[in-house]
């Protein structure tokens, strides 16, 4: 089993910052990808990035150039810098990770970018 802990959400205006924590801990060895999903209200959760274990990162279009995810030193971290925020990048943001065969979630973090 894997557990998922994020941290670093909250309220911020449009063209403000704000930097995602998911520390992961449980059977962390062999965690092929971790990432970030969002869930905007009423919409599908989406891919925001992630992040292989070789380092292979991928972007959500819509966030590509504003947001940079990042694993820690000790590898069972992962960040998401979150820059030049608009309204429309507000949701509910889960910690991913693949640990072959399964996914596990984190229970999530609330960011709201007011305009």
């Known amino acids: 089993q894997v557990q998922l802990v994020e941290s670093g959400g909250g309220l911020v205006q449009a063209g403000g910052?704000?930097?995602?924590s998911c520390a992961a801990s449980g059977s962390i060895v062999s965690i092929s990808i971790m990432g970030w999903y969002r869930q905007a209200p009423?919409?599908?959760?989406?891919?925001?990035?992630?992040?292989?274990?070789?380092?292979?990162l991928n972007y959500a279009d819509s966030v590509k150039g504003r947001f940079?995810?990042?694993r820690g030193n000790a590898e069972n971290t992962v960040y998401l810098q979150m820059?030049?925020?608009k309204p429309e990048d507000t949701g509910v943001y889960s910690c991913y990770a693949y640990r072959y065969p399964m996914d596990y979630w984190g229970k999530?973090?609330?960011v709201t970018v007011s305009s």
Do not use: P
Request: proline residues 0%; without cysteine; charged residues 20%.
């Open 83 to 85: 820059n030049s925020l």
């Open 68 to 70: 940079t995810i990042s």
């Open 108 to 110: 999530g973090t609330l």
């Open 42 to 56: 009423g919409k599908q959760r989406e891919l925001v990035a992630s992040i292989t274990s070789g380092g292979r």
């Open 17 to 20: 910052s704000l930097r995602l």
